[in-house]
Structures are given as C-alpha cells and as structure tokens.
C-alpha cells in the first residue's frame, strides 16, 4: 500500500477513504457521488466561456447535493437534509436541460444524466419517507 509522510508526520494511506468509508454509507450516497464525479468529468470538456458560467454552476450544484447526503447519512435529523438535497436535485436537473440546450452535453449525455438524477431521486424521495415513518412512530 502506498503511502504519503511529511516532516514528523506519519504515514498516511492514499486511498483514505477506504479506510474511512462505512460499509453501511446508503448506497444512493454512493450513487451520487458516482455522479458526481461524472459531471465533473464533462464539466471540464466545456469551452472555457461555458465552464465558468454553466460548468462552475452545476459543478457547485452536484457538489452540495453530496454535502446534504453525506450530513444525512451521519445525522439524526436527516428529513430536513434529504428535503433540500431533493430540491438541489431538482436544480440541478433544470441546469443540465440547459446545458444541453445550449449544445454542452450531447443527447446521449443528457439521458445517461437523466437517468442517473431520476433514480437517486427516487431513492432520497423514498429514504425521506421512511425517516417520516421512524419519527411517526
């Protein structure tokens, strides 16, 4: 296993998140965060004038998405996380349409986008009813 050091520091595995990683994180925590890091993939194929505009945008966007998830994932209080998560979602939905419209993702991007958006809603959507169940009880 590789490791970094610095000056009086001990060594540090690279893959730090395999070591801090719960096998119970929920796993549409996992696949957002795969999406994610395939938005931010395109996002760097957009010409310069898009990517500070729209890119830098929907970048933030997916990224605060993945913040909410992962407080849900660690807090008692998650249905006022996952609400919001669903709501940013749901910007982000409306700016990828737009970076499609304006020729930044290609159709087939834009469905591989869509269908990777429609179901991580359905699943924060579904996990935010079941928290509504626990605290009803």
Known sequence: ERCISGSGAKNFPLDLMAASTKPEAPVV????????KWVLERVESFPKN??????????????????LLVEAAYSREKRDLLATANRKMEVVRWTVRMCKDRNLLSASQFTHSARGLNECGKMVGGWWKAEGKKTAR
């Open 29 to 36: 925590l996992v696949k957002w965060y795969d999406y994610a």
């Open 50 to 67: 898009q990517r500070y505009v729209l890119g830098q945008r929907l970048s933030q966007q997916v990224m605060e998405v993945l913040e």
